[in-house]
């Protein structure tokens, strides 16, 4: 079945008053553009004419046994309900590994839902049924079986555009984020600001909620590519490490820093780790040889 763009939104609008009815506190639901719900109802009254933002927020949960908190990120494609919902949980009680099978057990339980299922508030009651015990059996995880069957990955490399990346506390946020997590990449700083981030998709998929939450807004995923493993990925990386690339830039603007940085080696850099493709996808022109 299929629905129109307006019916999608009003649904998304419905599930969100029940959120705030579930979650009446202050901070519970917290809504990463505070004007997201405006925009969408303005849209459908045809008083505004672009598309809004999608929905993205964070609920946190209070887990009773034992007593911890998961935050909930959410984000509503604009299709969703009839697309899937993207959604990952984190608790500061968790280790990767823990917080890797939360993720996997949700995503499978949400994967049985049809489309046009609204399916966030089951989400939140499969979290506070289900996730005490990836916290009490934490020894378990760790136990090797004689028996156990390889399990399959999905390992993802994302490339992501912004604007434009200055300012020293958010280029230590991204190198601190992507050297916790075990991903590799870079994060070339200046204007435009391009990050790629490998590694298992959980892993990436935490970094790109990370660098994003609370407010980071001219930021987008302009490319993904995804393969199925049951080895621990290191062959399919193009990168060894997590590291701040850093380009020769045109133009010198003093304090502003408003400067482009030098496309033509980018290009170059990205010959060297077989990603010439991402050029055009990233900036929209055909890349071309340095030998022509």
Request: one cysteine or more.
């Amino acid at each position: 079945m299929s629905a129109s763009m307006n019916e999608c939104l009003q649904l998304q609008l419905l599930e969100m008053e029940m959120l705030f009815s579930m979650f009446p506190n202050q901070g519970e639901v917290k809504l990463e553009d505070v004007n997201a719900l405006t925009n969408i109802k303005r849209y459908l009254e045809g008083t505004r004419e672009a598309l809004p933002p999608k929905i993205e927020f964070v609920i946190t949960l209070q887990i009773e046994e034992p007593k911890v908190k998961i935050d909930l990120q959410v984000t509503m494609p604009h299709s969703y309900p009839y697309t899937a919902l993207q959604l990952f949980g984190r608790s500061s009680e968790l280790d990767r590994q823990q917080q890797l099978l939360l993720n996997k057990g949700l995503t499978s339980y949400i994967g049985t839902f049809d489309p046009g299922e609204l399916c966030v508030c089951a989400a939140i009651q499969w979290l506070q049924d289900n996730s005490a015990s990836y916290f009490l059996n934490r020894k378990l995880v760790y136990e090797p079986s004689t028996q156990a069957k390889p399990v399959k990955n999905t390992f993802l490399r994302m490339w992501i555009y912004s604007h434009h990346i200055y300012q020293q506390d958010l280029r230590k946020k991204i190198l601190d984020v992507g050297k916790r997590l075990d991903v590799t990449g870079f994060c070339m700083t200046g204007k435009p600001g391009i990050i790629c981030v490998e590694g298992f998709k959980e892993h990436c998929e935490e970094f790109w909620h990370t660098i994003r939450y609370p407010n980071w807004k001219h930021i987008s995923c302009k490319h993904a590519e995804s393969i199925e493993t049951e080895g621990n990925g290191e062959d399919l990386r193009l990168f060894h490490s997590f590291e701040e690339l850093l380009l020769e830039a045109h133009g010198d603007y003093g304090l502003r820093n408003d400067y482009h940085m030098n496309l033509g080696q980018f290009l170059e850099f990205l010959k060297k780790h077989k990603s010439e493709h991402v050029f055009q996808i990233l900036f929209g022109i055909e890349s071309k040889s340095s030998d022509s």
